[in-house]
């Protein structure tokens, strides 16, 4: 259990005790310095703590806003703070330098100190008339040793210490005044979202959230039912009938309620942890990738017998590129200063338009109305008809956000950092390969060439592949991609438009793969590639993930023993050059390869993120998915 400090004299008729224990707290109380002291050494160093002022007054929403927020090492509203374990030792310097020296001889009278200066360090968090601890203070004696409280946006929501009785009665009607319950739902619901999950969704999910929490539910097992509820979405579309699609349209419609709800609920309760930001991340792009290949399977098993796995690969390949335009550009502008262009002014000003706003949400199909259309048109369609509305809605959105990037990156004048031009690297995820053709370069590419090089390599790769599919010239071709890839990377990746060079590489990579096992013709070639491209591209959200959460890509190891992009390549177009002409020796490679790059990638990824050292990365901004 945490322990709350409650710090200063009790206050009459007061209910933060109760507050506190509500929260979860074991509430201990210390008049003065010292006795705080002494209860926070108490406290087992793994524990949260809290310290509390006995005359705060405000919501209990503030307080376990400010208290219980696990994502921040420190945190902090007028009259509360809370600490989690890295910052313990932080906050016991502080409050041992507010704790009074023992009395010593009498010294001789000097000088007063001017106003609003410290006659000794060992006062700076100790109230002068009753000598108890301060949390205020301690906070800023916090931020002082580097650990900068987080400070909640409290919104209408009251946190206040009142010096008297008449500051009191005027903070009880304050808070009096809002319902924090119904604050608290509100915020549960991100403040920008898509227009289909904003009017049709959040109204009532919020409400579902609430009532989890109430049950002890906790946003990882919503998250996994929102995963199983998926995957059965999934098989009753392989069923090929009818009430099947129709099923599988209800059924993916109440994953993405659900999937609403785990993070509402989070928010609701403040339950966040690096399991559940694993979760998070990853299971969004298995639910649709996994009802894609129900669909294909489903198309298949009914009564046309109707092949649709190319056009499954291609919608995976599609919205997964445009993930990695997303992904690649915000990194690319996470830090960079002098950010501003014309386009972005623009785009700042149709924002004070209302209806432009959820016009603009909406061209980008985010996941709620990318769903709720799929959904439709599987209980309403074919799977094939499904699929070429969703690969026209994808690549209508996809040439819009990428248009409006272009032209922010060419008429803004952004000096880009070092954090941007390594996480452009470690996305472009380059093998050995790659990486001894940029050392090698005699010259590094400057200003537009590392995305011309990275266009040119792409454009002869997936051309030679479409032109002779089963021969020897793809393999010339993919080794003409590594040389142009290794140039592409040779020098930081600085310039107005290097984060185009990660996207072209997925295309690049993803696109050859569903070329050659189209135009293979092989039994079972697409279905093998979409498990393999399935697999490349968890690869690439696990490492967009850590990079977010600021420890970098995956181990160089393990890029260097999956190849890297190119070495894949080459092993692809390898395999499709020398098992053409044998039954099934291609499909078999392909599911060997998905296997194998599968159990390293996994194996990896499940062991970083379930560590302690893993960030608790939770997606808090709205941004489309």
């Not at 410290?118 to 800023?140: E, N, S």
């Amino acid at each position: 259990m945490s322990t709350a400090i409650l710090t200063g004299d009790p206050v009459a008729g007061s209910s933060l005790e109760d507050d506190l224990r509500s929260l979860g707290f074991d509430v201990r109380r210390a008049t003065d310095a010292a006795g705080v002291a002494a209860e926070l050494a108490a406290v087992p160093v793994r524990e949260r703590v809290a310290l509390v002022d006995a005359r705060f007054m405000g919501h209990v929403h503030a307080l376990r806003l400010a208290l219980t927020d696990p994502r921040f090492p420190a945190a902090a509203v007028p009259g509360a703070l809370g600490v989690q374990a890295e910052a313990r030792t932080a906050l016991t310097r502080a409050v041992t330098a507010a704790t009074p020296a023992p009395a010593l001889e009498p010294a001789a009278p000097g000088p007063a100190p001017a106003d609003g200066e410290i006659h000794d360090v060992r006062d700076a968090g100790v109230t002068p008339a009753t000598g108890a601890v301060l949390p205020d203070d301690l906070a800023i004696a916090l931020g002082a040793d580097g650990i900068t409280p987080h400070r909640p946006e409290l919104g209408v929501l009251v946190a206040a210490v009142p010096g008297d009785a008449l500051e009191r009665a005027r903070t009880r009607d304050a808070v009096d005044a809002v319902d924090d319950e119904r604050v608290r739902l509100r915020t549960a619901v991100k403040s920008r979202d898509g227009f289909f999950t904003t009017f049709c969704i959040s109204p009532y999910s919020r409400y579902i959230a609430r009532w989890c929490a109430r049950r002890g539910l906790t946003p990882n097992q919503v998250t996994t039912a929102s995963l199983l509820t998926a995957l059965i979405a999934a098989g009753c579309a392989a069923t090929g009938t009818r009430p099947g699609f129709i099923a599988a349209g209800v059924l993916l419609i109440a994953s993405f309620v659900l999937d609403c709800t785990d993070g509402q609920l989070a928010r609701y309760s403040l339950q966040y942890s690096t399991l559940g930001a694993w979760l998070d991340a990853t299971f969004d792009r298995a639910k649709e990738y996994a009802y894609y290949a129900g669909l294909a399977l489903g198309a298949a098993r009914g009564g046309g017998h109707d092949d649709v796995w190319a056009l499954a690969l291609g919608a995976m390949v599609l919205q997964t590129c445009r993930h990695v335009v997303d992904f690649s550009f915000n990194e690319a502008n996470h830090d960079a200063t002098g950010n501003t262009s014309p386009t972005a002014a623009l785009s700042d000003r149709l924002d004070s338009v209302g209806w432009t706003v959820w016009l603009r949400r909406m061209i980008v199909l985010p996941i709620g109305e990318r769903w709720a259309m799929i959904a439709v048109l599987t209980a309403c369609t074919t799977p094939r008809i499904t699929f070429w509305v969703l690969i026209a809605g994808c690549a209508l959105a996809a040439c819009y956000t990428t248009a409006g990037r272009v032209l922010r990156s060419l008429t803004r004048r952004a000096e880009r950092t070092e954090r941007a031009a390594r996480a452009l690297a470690e996305l472009a995820d380059s093998g050995p390969i790659a990486e001894l053709i940029a050392k090698a370069a005699a010259r590094r590419p400057r200003g537009f060439l590392a995305p011309l090089f990275a266009a040119l390599g792409a454009a002869l790769l997936v051309s030679c592949a479409a032109a002779a599919p089963s021969g020897w010239l793809p393999v010339a071709a993919a080794g003409g991609y590594a040389l142009c890839a290794g140039l592409a990377v040779a020098a930081r990746l600085t310039g107005p438009l290097d984060w185009l060079v990660p996207p072209v590489f997925r295309a690049a990579e993803y696109g050859t793969i569903l070329v050659l096992a189209a135009r293979s013709e092989v039994n079972g070639a697409l279905p093998a590639a979409f498990g393999l491209v399935a697999a490349v591209a968890y690869h690439h959200y696990d490492t967009v993930y850590r990079i977010r959460g600021g420890t970098g890509a995956p181990p160089h190891w393990l890029v260097r023993a999956i190849g890297g992009h190119e070495g894949r390549i080459l092993a692809v177009t390898f395999a499709a050059a020398l098992l053409h002409d044998q039954n099934h020796g291609f499909t078999i490679a392909l599911t060997a390869l998905a296997a194998a790059l599968a159990l390293a990638v996994l194996i990896e990824s499940i062991r970083f993120w379930v560590s302690s050292g893993a960030p608790a990365v939770h997606d808090e901004t709205g941004e489309p998915a």
